[in-house]
């Protein structure tokens, strides 16, 4: 299921939208799905955990799509 996630700052960083999007329930987990390159952003693998999400991007896990608001 795909899911909207809004965002109250000028950016998240990708570890932190993950575990605010409920998509993992720690942050060594979401360390380790970016890490192997299990996450993209905007189509793209990202294996940058410190990654700038803004409002419009879309991060994808497991087949899952979240857009960033």
């Not at 809004?6 to 380790?32: H, M, N, P, Q, W």
Request: proline share 0%; charged share 30%; with cysteine.
């Amino acid at each position: 299921m795909d899911s909207n996630v809004k965002i109250t700052t000028e950016y998240i960083k990708l570890d932190r939208l993950l575990k605010f999007a409920g998509a993992v329930s720690i942050g060594s987990e979401a360390k380790e799905l970016i890490v192997s390159g299990k996450v993209s952003v905007n189509g793209e693998t990202c294996l940058m955990r410190g990654k700038k999400i803004r409002s419009g991007d879309i991060v994808t896990i497991n087949g899952k799509n979240i857009a960033v608001e």
